[in-house]
Every structure is written in structure tokens, then in C-alpha cells.
């Protein structure tokens, strides 16, 4: 935690005053998207000093080879790195002939950035003496269109403050781009054509291997007061890159403005011979809205957003900002609209981690979307996974399982497995339970049983299959095992017997077991239609029952808790607090071993079984392992203050619960793992909203009934947060004094409110 | 194990008849060095079948940047990648201008390949009908000198059989190569200059990054009917390739040879503005000697060798074979002439594994140099530990060791740890041990103590330094632990407690101790020296001292036996036997995780630490640990035959030894593990010579005296070998009748037999 630039505001991010040092924290913490593409919060005008450029469009990676030295079977042929797309928003300033550069200008002063979450928009204000002594006032706002997902619009103000000038614009689009991450001086893009008609740029790219097609456009409108003015334009080209320089003199405190608009149309989209001519329908209509009509569309979609998925706090400003930043983001990733995306785990803001499709989604993206969309959102979510379920079994049966079984990728672009370390990809093989886990989640919250009949009994099988196969027998104990995994503390690699790996892989075969018994009960046809298809026996089937059945989990009787894994308690347990903070975080300070050696816990791990299956303990249980492990956890991973959060507030420890909410709902504002130069989190956000709603608001379904707890932390006035429940809408306000829910629509329902029934009716 | 094509001979690999499927794997066995470069054994004229080219030079590598994907605090920066070097040896033929192929002629007869192994050369010969009906007699040797070891030579005839031909010959020298490992299309080499004075031609050529600089020549003298005869060259080069066409006509049954010498010359040993010069100087030297004259020279340099290293074995011919096999391919690899090289895991024969230095040269080739050559070559090889500390404790320090603790690489070319997996990197620290290990082999072999007190007490205090770093006290045990590492089992990782590295770990620091004492008796001005440039205080040598007493064994009271790892017992005990033989060889057959959670041994392990400190253990646990362990043992790895070889010989189990000391003599001959197309297994023929010297002969140095225990395998009628003990070189025989020794020089010396003095004296 090392910054507390960011000016606490309720519905803005707000940094004012320039600082080099902060411009990368800042490109990524202002980075804006639209679901469909998003961008780092580079500047428009050129820049000097340190920058990670980056602009990203949804679907679009690398296949980077992984065939480094060393080689394992089954490891996969590629890592897919997160693509820099050519740049769109560059516009080049000259005033007078002199660059403008905030890095090099004599004075910068009444810098202010503002991202507006409650508008979708980015600004930045400023104003600069450049070297040759002209002063200019300088106001830039942005935004990708929610209306039109293939535009972005800038507008870009400059005011000379001190004497008339000559100023020139040079909009331009750049695809001789590359990669933060590349190794030596790798090349991503094949240029295919640069070219112009009439205002409109547009450059035709493919990326290298994976040949996915693009086109990236600009077309500009030129201001004087505001009045829109004919600039001559000069076009200039090279073999990657198109500008337009629009030159022109301005009276002292006159304003010359410059509309840009500009984006990408791909080929996942359409014909990738007619993407030029998509580009000039897609500007042609950009152009004819015009900035300002876009803006007032952006406003009103994002209204449209925040109606349904604000949550707001009362007397803390800070944890109101943070919320509503998480919130923010994850609309700006993914909106459930394009059945092909997923929640990536940096969403467009960084490059980090590869890949768009984790776990992730499934432990923590499904309940936000599922309870502040449509609840479509999440079937389309899980439809995502069945569609990949094929390859899923290629991935298994590449591993050496059979007969079915399915091992889901750790990271996926399109259902193949693309993360190339062996004790992730073949190891952390947990992920399987969180995609079973999600199909009981949506069937409990949304009360749809027609998934699993349809399709997700398939994928249930598959994985109770993976399970079976996966367990070995260990004669030394009569027990099955589940030995070298890796767990959600990815802090231990190839370890045995962690318990939330065992935990999940016996719920897992239970669960199918149990839905095979109720297909066959209700759904018939689907039940004859599943069981030709992948041909279970019951010899099989009691088969996977003796797995669950006799599964081992590591315990220990002088600690009374579950180990975390076989040989946790063979460390050398130095609590963190003990830890000397210089080490601190661990992954930036120590190598692998060390870190592998030592007790620390990068994420909630028994503790995440805990979250999940908390109906199989008891609070006292609870309570016991949550003070036996909290004490090495590290919260390096940006997944575990929320789940923290959750626990702490269900003990009742509500100092701590809102401590671990901060940390969550901050974590980039505040870059407590000081890395948030990198990227966002953008999936563990959706943690934080489940701190809220699942941990103050103690929100759970039981038996098909709502049921909530709530807690308020004592420095708040009150909270209040929306749920979509099976197609009801009600409104949840909590006080110092009490709670109100309020009912949307016509018909009451009933709740449980700290374990009492209560009737809400629309009208409260 | 699928071939046993090689026809069994006491002095030569020999392959008889063309088979197109078997190309690759002889051109790993077919392959010669000098120590200096070697190459595969490509044919000298085009062939368009599935082939390896790899033509290497030693010291020559490239730096592979191993950040793909993930990182992980601590990595190097590069895996070393063994290049493929410029090709000298091409010869394109024509015949009536249509080109010489052996996969397109319309017959081959009477192919023979030989590796002359007494001599020091490769043949191949063989006759051809080509498409145009034309018959023609070839007939090819070629060397790489020992004599002048930047210069290879060939001798290539033709004899047209049925009919006139004109016979064109292209000799060329070719930098446009690439690598058999690479990704995509990467290229490593870049080509700065071809040229020609003369007859001799010429490529200058720089690795990428690591800026070797290279010049690969030729010169060619033609012979009709063994007379050299003047034909014209008709000169032609590209960007990255040189010729010369010499055409002649022939007249049937008439010969044409061509003698073309080559090679390289690179500025480790020269200057780089000066590498056309000194080749030229080379060339004329090699061309003035001529083709004969060189081979006599090359069967001298043989000659020599052999009388030192030879192993007869009388009565089984393809054990004879095997044994000279190894010998001759480790003098290929490394004559210890060159103090910054070493001996490569695949010599000059293949490019996998990458690097030049792994723990090999420490546990199985330094005894084989040190008794076959002058001791100096042994201690040559501890020196080159020595010059690398500075490194290994900087590599330490990246790992967050202190305090000058080392762990040297566990690959490397020069010091730089150049291996990128962490498990192997970071956690297959027992390498350190046998660095030590190696100090202390030296010493009880030659008695030469001065190295200790020179150079070697460093390197054990940083190593002891590291173990104490690496180990941590478990208190739920009491004890002190070394958690997360990889044993020689490569095919365990990141496991505790694993029993061989724990107690070389032990033996490391209680030798380091030791010698402190020793040095600073007998050697005070090197003991002040020492403590004063390491600082060590009698505090930090108690901490040593703790570790070792308290270390912690893993032990199973069921089995009786010390158990590998904390985990081993928890795994599915089903023997090798019981495994379906489909299943093997598991590194081809498994995946990854399902190796790591197998049972199965790669390589000896725990008896590994038993080889190497078998005093410390009776014959009773030996075989105890021999039967739990060697059932799970797959012998993968090409290190671990030999060592069960010696085990069982020990254990007097001579059929189940003989088996051993067939598969380490016969691993590539044979191929045992289905890989030799992609190069030998170089480090464990030392191995091989162990399994003789060390298993059969039962040789041992015990409180100064060489002591022997012969045994012999029922099928052999006599074997013999040399021992160049202390300046002393002893001559075994054993028959199944009795031992003869027989000695050299003057002085008798007094061996042990059987536990029995006797006194050996220069006339048997």
C-alpha cells in the first residue's frame, strides 16, 4: 500500500497535480472499456517519460510458443498473451512548432484527471508553459461508446493562455505497437494495408499465428470556439501508421478543438474482406452523433448500468468509491453480451497473466452478474464452459484420463488450455470444482433446474469422472488421495492432499451423483439422450461413490483444523505479523522456493472450502481455522481479502471484516501489492461486491428462500445494494438502526431476515 | 529398447544395409568430437529423408530467453541452447548431373557404416544405382583430429560402376542452419562475411547475443585413381553459403576422390578480427599433412588414449563393445585440455538439455578422468568449480542466501545458472552436495591434499553455508528439515525431506567442519587467508554444526527403510513389473503429474546416497533398501543403471548386475529409453566405466590403499582394466579363475584383495 493519490470522491476517480512517477498507476487505474475493447489511460499527446501503452481488444491474444528449454507431456503449445492493438487515441500537439510533452514542458500545472463513473468518461485538465514560454490550457475527455462497442470519441481542447499560436494537431493511428511482456524485440501484427478515404484512416492488421483480422480507424472534426472550422488536412503515411496534421493559428484564449473518433472493427465480428468498409459505417454514423450526442448515450447506458448494480454507502467516502470503482470495472470488461468473452483477469488494462477465462469467473463472477443482469448472463456464463466441455476432455485425455473425464483449462482463450506452468496447468486442479460448483450456485439462486437436464449433467459428469481418475489409493492409510496438486494458495505447488481440493472433488461427485438420480427422476428424455452419449454404468458410478466416500482429509488433532495440505504443519510457522516487512509482499521479494517453503498463504484456501460449503461446518469450526490461518495468509492474491471479509463478518468481527473490505474494494486505488502499474484486478471486484452483499448484508439462499444477515460496519451511516432474484427485484437498505427492503414490480416475496421470515411487498 | 541393428564387434560400431527409419539414430551413434567440436553423422551429400544435422562447437551456445508467460523471482535470465554451428562437411555430388540422394536412388547395396573406434574415424560405403541407371561405389571416411583439434578431414570416393559418368563434386561450408529445439523460425547465427582466397573458403559468423564469433572454412584437393589431379573451381556464394563445383569425367571402374579438410576456428582461442587468418594457417597446415597423413596421426592420438582407458572384456563381445563405446565417446567429448569447457550431457551428439555442466561431471565422470588420465585433468575439473564461486554465491544470493552461502548451477556454461524450471533451478540443490562430494573423492583418490587448503575449503564453507541457510526447523518435529526440493529423482519435485539430499546436506557441513579443523593445523597461512576473506566466527559454525546433528530422516519402521520423501508411502506401491509395458517409457508415455504422483524412480536415490557413503551403511541395510527401491525404478535416466550395477554386484547378485551393466553400456547402442535419435547419453558412460571398475573389479580407495574385490559375470572368460592410482598404473585382470595385477614404473604398492594386503610389484 503506497498510494493515497486518488482523491476520495463518491461517484469519480479524481488525481490532481502531475506526477511522473504516478503515470503508469494511474494508465491502468483510469483505463476505460466498453466489454468489446478498452484502453490504458495513456495521453493523447506524445509522451516521454514512462508509459505502458495499451490498448486491447476482447478475443484478440498471441499464441506464444512455451517450448522454452525443458518440455512435458501434455503441456500445452501456447501461453496466450494479451495483445497491445494498435493505438487509435494518439493525437500529436504542436504549438508553435514545439512538441508538446508534459514530460519536457517548463511547467505543468492544475493537472486533473477524472474518470466519471457514473457517465462512463474520462477527463484530463491541465495547463503548461512549454519551452518556447507559450501557456496553453489543455481539456481532454474521452470514452468508449457503450451505444456503438466498436467507437471511442476524444475531444481535445487547447486554449493558449498567454498570446496567439500556432497550433497543430496530428491525429494518427499506429500499429507498429508492441508488447510490454515481449521477450527480445518481438513482433505480434502483419500490417496488410494502410490507407485513406476522403477524412477517414484506416489500417488493416492481423495478428501473427492466430491470424485474427482487424481494422483500426480514426476520422477527426475540427473547433474554433466551438464552431466547427475546414482544416486543410496533410496525410502523411509510413508502412504502419497514418496521420492527418491539421494546422492552424489561434488568438490568445480562443479554443481549437479536435473531435476524434476512432476504434476497431475484427473479423469475430465480420467478413474480414468488408472490414474496411464496417470501419467507414461504423465512423460514418460515430461522426454524424457527433461527440457531444455520443456522450449524452454514454451517460444514459451507464444510467442504465448503475440502476441496477450501484450500491451505495453512507459516511464513508472512501469505501463508496471503492465499491463503486469495482463495479465500474467489471461493467467496463464484460457486459454478457458476446457469448465468446469472458472476465479477463486484468480485463483491458494490462497485459498480465494471458489468457481471458479463470476460475475467477466462476468462484466470483457469477453471483455479481448473476444478481445485477439479467440472469441470462450467468447461463450464458456457464454455457461458455459446456461449449468448451469437448475440449476440456481433449485436455484430460491429453493427460492421460479417459472414458469422458473433463480437466477445464486454467486459462483459456478458447477452451485449450494456454498457461504453460506444469503445477497450474496439470496441477491446480481445483478449477474443475469451481465450474461444478457454479451450475448448483445458478441452479440455487436463479431456481432453474432446465441447465442441468440440458446441458450442464454433461459437464457434471465429466468432472466427477476427472475426480475418480484423478484419486489414488493409498494402502499406507485406506484412504483415497488426491496427491500432487496445487491449491487455491498457489504459495504451495505439488503438494498432497490439500483439503479444499479434496473437499470440492468429493461435493463434486456427490453433486453429479445426486443430479444423475434427479434427471433420471424428472428429466427422462434427457436422462436416455445423456446416458447414450457418454455411457455411464453403475459399476462406474459406484465407483465414483467409494472415491467420495472414503476420501482423505489431512487433520490435525493438536491443532484441532484441517491441514491446509499433508505437510503444513512440518514448516517453519512464523506468523506474518512476525514477518519483518521488509519481506514484504513475498513475490516481489523472494524466489520461488522460499516462498514454497515458508507457511505463507497467498489466498483463502481451507478457508475458501469454508466460503463455499459453510453449511458443513459449524460457526465454531469456522472461527478455529479462520485463527489458525489467517495469521500466515499474505492476501497477495487479490482474491482473498474479500473472502476474508466475508468469514470475519459472519464471526462477527466487524473491525476486521471492514479492514479486509477495504483492502478488497482498494486494492488497485490504494495498490496494496504494489503492482497496480501492471493492470487492474478486475475479477476479485466482483469479490468485493459478494463483501457487501453476501458478507455485511449476510444476503444467502436457503431452500429457495433469500435470506440475509445483515451488519453494518460501525464508521457507516448506512449501505444499501440491489438483487435481482429470480426476476424480483429488491432493494436492500441497512442503517445504524435497522434494515428496509423494498420490492420492485408486483408480487411480495418472502425472506429470511436473520433467520425469521419476513413478507416484503412492492410497496414496502 | 527397439534396435539391435548395430553389429556386435570388439573395436567398431558397425551398421550394415540402408534403412531409411534408421538414419537419425545413427547419426547420433555414428557421431565423432575431438573435445573440441564434433558433429552428428550427417552424410556428406544431399538427403532428403528425415535427418538431424548437428554439427557442434564446444563453448558455443545461445541464450534462450526463458520468460514466456509467468516469472517467478529468481529465474534466469536464459536456458542455454547447444547451437547448431555452420555445416563444413557437405559435399553435393552429381552424376551426369543428376544429384546423389540415398532417398531417391533406385537401389542402395551394400551399405556398411563403421565407426572405427580404435582408430578415431567414421566410414560409409555403399553402392548406388541412381535414377539414370548410372551405378556408382562409394566409399567415405572422415575424422575430426585429435592433432590439430580446429580441423576435421573427409575422404569421399566415387567409382562409376557401369559405365562412364561425369561426376561433379560441390563441397560447400553452409551458416543458413538452424536448430532441431527451435521455436517458430528463429534464427541464432548471423552471418558477417563470406569469402575466398584461393581455394579455401570461408564464413564468418556471430551467434546472436552471445557474440561468439566463428569462422567455418574448407579447402578440397581432387584425385583421379589416387592421383591428384588440378580441376577447375567454379565458385559460387550466397548470403550464407560458399561452393565449389569441381566437374570431371570419369571412365567406368576409373575412381574420383575428393579430400576436403574443414572446420572451425573461434575467438575463445583466438582474436576475432583474426579467425580468417588463423584458419588459413590451419587449412595449410591440414592440407600440407594431407588426408593420409592426418589419419596416421589420429590413430597415434587414439593409440595413446586406449592404452590408458581400454577395458577388455573376453567372452562377450557386444559387452566389449559397449564398454568402448562409452570410453571412446567421453574422450570424444572431453580430453581435459580445455579448462573452460566441460562434459555436455550430450557431448557433441544432440542438442536437448542445453548447457555443458551438470552435477554428471562431479558424481560419475570425474573418477573415470581421474583414473584414466593424469590427476591433473581431475583436479582441472574441481578448478573449474573453483572459478565459478564468485557466480554460484551470486545465484545463491538471488535465491536470498547470505553471507557468501553457494549454490552452484545446475546447468551452466559459465558459471550462470542457465536451467529454467524452478523445480529443478531452484529445488535440485542436492548438486551442491556432490560439488563437495567431488573435493573429498579427489583427495581419497590422488592424497593430494593441497587443493584443500587452496581453493576447495572455499567452496565447502560456502556450500556448508547454504545448507545451513536452506534447512528449517520443524518444531511440531523437533528437527531440522530441508523442505521443498527435487531429488535425484527428477521425477518426485518440490517434495521434503528427500533422504539423499538431507544427508549429503548433513555430510556437507560435517566435512566443511573438518576440513577447517585440518586447515587450520596443518595450513595456518591459508586458514588466516581463508577466515579472513569469508569471515567465519565459531557462532556461525555452531549453527552448521546444529543443523547436522539435528537433522531429520524420514523412516519407515513398517518397511525399515529410510523413506525417500515424507510422502512416499502415500502413493499407489505398484512395481514396475505390475505396470503395463505400454505404459513405458513413462517420460514419453505420462504426463507430468501423473509421473510426479507415480512411485516410479528415474534414477537411484536413495542409493544413490548409499553408493556414495556406503560405509556409513551394512550390506543388511543395503539390500533392504535395494529390494524396496529398485522395484519402483525405471532407470530412465541414464545415470541410473550404473549405480545399480555396483549395487548389485556388491550385493553379489552377478546375473541382476551383468543385466545393469548391459543397459548402461548398451543404453544408446540399444536404445533402452526409445530417444537415441536426438543424442547420446555422454555423462553416464563414466557411469559404465564404474559399473566395471567400481562393481565388477569392486575397486575402492580405503585409508590410502586401493582395494579390490573381483567378481566377474558367469558369461565372460576374462576382463581387464587400468588404474592410474597415485601416479601408479595397475593393471587388472580377472578371470574366472583369479586376479592378476600387474604394474607399472618401478615402486610396488600394497593393495587390499578381498579385504587381504597384498603387495603388487612392477613384474607381476
Redesign the interface.
Known sequence: MNQDYIIPNEWSIIEEGFNSEKVKSSESLFSIGNGAMGQRANFEENYSGETFQGSYIGGVYYP???????W????PEY?A?VLNAPNWIGINVLINEEKLDLNTCKEVSKFKRELNMQEGWLSRDFEAVLQNGIKIKVAAKRFLSLELDEIGAISYTITPLNSDAKITYIPYIDAGITNE?T??DDQFWDVLKVSQNNQQSYIEARTMKTHFYTCTFMESRLFVDNKEVEVPCKSEQTSNLISCTYQQEIKENETFTIHKFGGYVVDRNHDKDALVSVAKVALDKAVSFGFDVLLEKQKESWAQIWSMSDITIEGDVKAQQGIRFNIFQLNQTYLGTDASLNIGPKGFTGEKY?GSTYWDTEAYCIPFYMATKDQAVARTLLEYRYNHLDKAIENAA???FTNGAALYPMVTMNGEEC??????T??EIHRNGAIAFAIYNYHRFTDDYSYIPEKGLEVLIAIARFWQQRA??????NKF?I??VTGPNEYE?????NFYTNYIAKWCINYALENIEVVKTDHISDYIRIKEKVNFSDEELAKWKSVADDMYFPYSEKHNVYLQQ??F?????ITVADLDKSQRPI????????I??SPYIKQADTLQGFYMFEDDFSTEELERHFDFYEPYTVHESSLSPCVHSIQAAKLDRMDQAYTFYLRTSRLDLDDYNHEVEEGLHITSMAGTWMSIVEGFGGMRVQNNTLSFAPKIPKGWKAYSFKVNFRHQVITVNVSQTGTEFTLEGKESIDILVDGEQVTVSPSK
Open positions: 506464444d510458443k512455451t517450448r522454452v528449454g525443458w512435458k507431456n501434455g503441456y501461453f498473451k511482456d521477450n527480445w494471458g491429453k493427460l492421460g498457461h504453460n506452468e506444469w503445477e497450474i496439470f496441477e489414488t489409493f493409498s494402502s499406507d492409510k488421495m496427491l500432487g505447488n505439488n503438494i498432497n492432499n499433508d505437510g504443519l512440518d514448516k517453519e510457522l513475490n516481489q521479494k523472494w524466489s520461488w522456493d522460499r514454497l517453503r
